[in-house]
């Protein structure tokens, strides 16, 4: 069955008076399970899409149904629990919280709902991703490569049913995009993660089951 539907999405951003289109009316179905793999040229509007896919930004027309509840028919308070609970986001500068370790990073959004496990939760995906020798690393003290691992754990330690991924291996070199593209690849089939990925990276692309192609705000599939 379809996690994620979108009904015709307009979104038009206003600018010095006249506005852009990002996106010119973007009908798409994703079944759970999938990982898709979402290419198109710089600008074509594919952050705008996962933003609004994900509840953070509202589209000027159209609709989200994620697991069939329309999220912008929620209030605010109900579509950020609703998100807590089903949506993990990973983006290519990961917003890592500096002041805090890896495992205190990961530790966060568990603490909100589930104090009593948050630090077992957050160790068990950690040392899963391959960073059991970082559980006490700040970010500053970690490569790139641990950086965006850390993110990852901490986009998946609620074990939510739908992961966005903006650029998530934008700023990795090519050994390091692999590990990270073969940990999402795991999480989504062993955890039934369903994902969609915005990416430049043919690479990235060769790791999901279906690619769908932005241009101009349109998609072609
Ligand atoms: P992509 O992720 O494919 O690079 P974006 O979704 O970031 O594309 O951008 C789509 C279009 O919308 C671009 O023309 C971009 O300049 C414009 N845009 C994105 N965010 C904003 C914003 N906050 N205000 C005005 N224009 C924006
Ligand atoms: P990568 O190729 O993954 O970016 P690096 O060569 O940057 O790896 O780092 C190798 C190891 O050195 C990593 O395990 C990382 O934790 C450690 N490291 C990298 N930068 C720093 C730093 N500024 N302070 C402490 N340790 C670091």
Do not use: W
Not at 24 to 50: C, F, H, Q, R
Not at 207 to 214: V, Y
């Amino acid at each position: 069955s379809d996690i994620v539907k979108t009904e015709n999405l307009v979104k038009r951003y206003s600018l010095d008076g006249t506005y852009i289109e990002a996106l010119k009316g973007v009908s798409l179905n994703i079944k759970e399970g999938e990982m898709v793999a979402l290419m198109g040229p710089s600008g074509s509007g594919k952050s705008t899409l996962l933003h609004i896919i994900g509840g953070i930004d509202l589209p000027t027309q159209g609709k989200v149904l994620i697991k069939n509840e329309d999220i912008f028919s929620l209030s605010e308070k109900k579509l950020a629990k609703f998100r807590n609970r089903n949506i993990g986001f990973v983006f290519q500068f990961h917003y890592l919280l500096p002041e805090f370790t890896a495992l205190e990073n990961v530790m966060i959004p568990v603490q909100i709902y589930n104090k009593g496990e948050a630090r077992e939760k957050a160790e068990d995906i950690l040392v899963r991703l391959g960073l059991r020798e970082r559980l006490y690393h700040k970010p500053s003290q970690m490569s790139g490569g641990e950086q965006q691992r850390v993110a990852i754990a901490r986009a998946v330690v609620n074990n939510p049913a739908l992961l966005l991924a903006d650029e998530p291996t934008g700023n990795l070199d090519s050994v390091n995009t692999q590990i990270v593209m073969e940990l999402l690849k795991e999480l989504n089939e062993k955890n039934n993660v369903t994902m969609v990925i915005a990416t430049h990276d043919k690479e990235v692309a060769e790791f999901c089951d279906r690619i769908i192609f932005l241009k101009d705000g349109k998609l072609y599939t």
